[in-house]
Nanobody, 122 residues
Framework: QVQVVESGGGLVQTGGSLELSCSASGNIFSIDGMGWYRQAPGKQRELVASVSSGGSRNYAESVVGRFTIYGENAKNAVYLKMNSLKPEDTAVYFC????????????????WGQGTQVTVSS
C-alpha cells in the first residue's frame, strides 16, 4: 500500500557532506511528519532529525548545526543535508513517515524505508 524509499547514502571523508532523500508513495491521504533515524553496528536506532507537516523541526543534539532536515509536502518527500560529517555519523540511515491512509484517517501509522548506508572515513 505504501512505499518509503531512501537514497543518497555513500562513502565520504571526515568533514565532507552528503544529502539523503526520502519519498513516500501509495495510498496516502496525508503525512503527519517524516524523520530520519540511524543505527550503527551494535547500537540502538536513534532519531537524527524530524519535521512535522507544519514545519516544526527536531534534531538530535549530536547533529545540531551540522545537519538540516527539510520537507517537500507536495512530493511527500524529506531530505537530510549532512555537513561536517564525522566518523561517528557512520550508520544505516532510515526514513520514517507517519502516514494516514485513504479510508483510515483516524489511525496514523509508521512506515519505514529499507535504509541507506552512510560511511564516514577518518
Amino acid at each position: 500500500q505504501v512505499q518509503v524509499v531512501e537514497s543518497g547514502g555513500g562513502l565520504v571523508q571526515t568533514g565532507g557532506s552528503l544529502e539523503l532523500s526520502c519519498s513516500a508513495s501509495g495510498n496516502i491521504f496525508s503525512i503527519d511528519g517524516m524523520g530520519w533515524y540511524r543505527q550503527a553496528p551494535g547500537k540502538q536506532r536513534e532519531l537524527v532529525a524530524s519535521v512535522s507537516s507544519g514545519g516544526s523541526r527536531n534534531y538530535a543534539e549530536s547533529v545540531v548545526g551540522r545537519f538540516t532536515i527539510y520537507g517537500e509536502n507536495a512530493k511527500n518527500a524529506v531530505y537530510l543535508k549532512m555537513n561536517s560529517l564525522k566518523p561517528e555519523d557512520t550508520a544505516v540511515y532510515f526514513c520514517k513517515a507517519i502516514i494516514r491512509l485513504n479510508g483510515l484517517l483516524l489511525y496514523p501509522q509508521d512506515y519505514w524505508g529499507q535504509g541507506t548506508q552512510v560511511t564516514v572515513s577518518s
